[in-house]
């Protein structure tokens, strides 16, 4: 009872004021609520979004939602909004210039986030570093080294950085020099390895392995051997093929 005279008071002291910033506030809690699940739902049924990215624009929605609501129902209690604006205002001046370096990693991690240059299980080389990419967040991408090692790279670096991204493509073309002295058949040496590479599985078929002369000089010439394969056999079917190519000369154009 003691509760209800003291909302009675407040009503006869406040009037209606007070009864809508309170229904403000209830109201404009429920909306922000709402806003953030709508947006999360409608940006992951698009498929276009990254997860992280969804729910952080979701959540920065809701928040700008409620500061308006806060805003109001505090006119509604009599406070003066526009003080508290610029009061706001200037605080978030000084934060943003006290954490500018992680505001800086938050605005890359939504560049990389909704432009995409490399995903989740893409083999990368970015800010002085290569291996797969293990997850991607605001603040830092997680990549895994060859040696199996794990490096959080901050995103601010990677986005200002070259990106080369090793697994965005379904095949990928390897390079292999072979000296071929002038005494031998080069015809006879082109079609050599170009059967040795196209009899290794890895090697694709289209588009299929080819020879050409890339150099000549007294001594002989350097053929050029191309072949594509898939990102993923590119390191064994490097080092089959540099086995297979070193034992070949050795023996056939020794």
Known sequence: MEFVEQLKDLLTQYGPPFVAGIAIL??????ASFVQHGIATALEKVGKV?????RFLASLARYLVLTVVVLAALS??????AS?????GAAGLAVGLALQGTLANVAAGVMLLAFRPYRVGDRIEAAGTAGKVEAIDLFVTDIRTDDNIQVLVPNGKIWGDKVTNHSKYQMKRLDFEI????SADV??????????????PRALKSPAPEAIIAKYSGDGVTLALRVWVSPADEGAMRSSMNLALRNLTKNAFA
């Open 76 to 81: 509604q209690f009599g406070v003066q909004t």
């Open 187 to 200: 015809e006879a040496a082109c079609t050599k390895v170009v059967t040795i590479a196209a009899g290794d």
């Open 50 to 54: 990254e997860l992280t990215l969804a």
């Open 26 to 31: 209830v109201i404009g809690s429920w909306v």
């Open 179 to 182: 000296a071929v002295p002038d």
């Open 84 to 88: 508290l604006v610029a009061i706001f």
